[in-house]
């Protein structure tokens, strides 16, 4: 083993021979560090959980919305199509055609 390693195991040995040693301030900072950790925890746990929640709400929310948008689009769209339909398949009638020299008869198969 090279020299770092062995500093390194040494360095090891020692902080978990002062682990294992049982004192008072170990005890109080191991305590602190338990009754302060978890409630942060719980708190990032409660915050992620809310922000993921209303994320995904106002996706939808936006999403739906962009769809009644485009429906609405493509209602005026269509409806101003079956309007100038509606139109034009009053203007040309059976007059117009017998107009041209068509029959009836004619008439019916092309419509």
Known sequence: MSKK???????????????????????????FILVLTVPILVLAASSYYTASSTLHDEIMRSAKDN????????????????TDVAYF??????NAYKGKGLTPDRFKRKV
Do not use: C
């Open 89 to 94: 398949s009053e203007w040309i009638n059976q």
């Open 67 to 82: 769809v009644d948008e485009l429906n609405d689009i493509i209602n005026q769209n269509v409806g101003s199509k079956e």
């Open 5 to 31: 390693e062995k500093g390194a195991m040494e360095n090891m040995k020692k902080l978990l021979d002062w682990i294992k040693r049982p004192s008072i301030s170990k005890r109080l900072i191991f305590s």
